[in-house]
T-cell receptor, first 114, second 117 residues
Framework: AQSVAQPEDQVNVAEGNPLTVKCTYSVSGNPYLFWYVQYPNRGLQFLLKYITGDNLVKGSYGFEAEFNKSQTSFHLKKPSALVSDSALYFCAVSLSGGYNKLIFGAGTRLAVHP | EPEVTQTPSHQVTQMGQEVILRCVPISNHLYFYWYRQILGQKVEFLVSFYNNEISEKSEIFDDQFSVERPDGSNFTLKIRSTKLEDSAMYFC???????????????FGEGSRLTVL
């Protein structure tokens, strides 16, 4: 069965410091991997995706993520965090050939402190 | 910027009542979805819809649920007889790319919070 794990309920980081939000996945077949962000009282917003090609993908708002097949991970990173990055972040996986059926992780709350 | 809109933002209903949640997807999108998020839990896939029929549905999407695209703009989720455990935030999403090599991102609405008493 497909699954996504986000091992941290919350990540705290000081503004200006690098941040990492972790994600590991378990699928049979080739995974398509996504990060979404949810701000308070808003819907989920797409950040970035990995389909194929370069393992390092860049997305919106300066975020990037690295696909690591051997570790089945897709960690979200940003070199310098902003207070406005504080939000709920969801990792998701889809199988190739699906109609964008996404399996989401439980979410990680990122708190960036001034 | 085009966006997915959902109504109502919050609905309170009595157990056993029918509920219809409405969504207006982005106008040139062809693929439509419903997801839900029970408070404090994961976002879960319910159903995908393309070319006026269900493409895929989850185990959650039982006979109490139905979807419809009654006209060229709306996409609705109906829960025929609500249960307490249907209380959740329901998200509509749309995309203009299908699965496979063209898998693209989903655009989500802000959600409809359903509270079943």
């Amino acid at each position: 069965a497909q699954s996504v794990a986000q091992p941290e309920d919350q990540v705290n980081v000081a503004e200006g410091n690098p941040l990492t939000v972790k994600c590991t996945y378990s699928v049979s077949g080739n995974p398509y991997l996504f990060w979404y962000v949810q701000y308070p009282n808003r819907g989920l917003q797409f950040l970035l995706k990995y389909i194929t090609g370069d393992n390092l993908v860049k997305g919106s708002y300066g975020f990037e993520a690295e696909f690591n097949k051997s570790q089945t991970s897709f960690h979200l990173k940003k070199p310098s965090a902003l207070v406005s990055d504080s939000a709920l972040y969801f990792c998701a996986v889809s199988l190739s050939g699906g109609y964008n059926k996404l399996i989401f992780g439980a979410g990680t709350r990122l708190a960036v402190h001034p | 910027e085009p966006e997915v809109t959902q109504t109502p933002s919050h609905q309170v209903t009595q157990m056993g009542q029918e509920v219809i949640l409405r969504c207006v997807p982005i106008s040139n999108h062809l693929y439509f979805y419903w997801y839900r998020q029970i408070l404090g839990q994961k976002v879960e896939f319910l159903v995908s819809f393309y070319n006026n029929e269900i493409s895929e549905k989850s185990e959650i999407f039982d006979d109490q649920f139905s979807v419809e695209r009654p006209d060229g703009s709306n996409f609705t989720l109906k829960i025929r007889s609500t249960k307490l455990e249907d209380s959740a935030m329901y998200f509509c999403a749309s995309s203009n790319l299908g699965g496979g090599a063209n898998t693209g991102e989903l655009f989500f609405g802000e959600g409809s919070r359903l509270t079943v008493l």
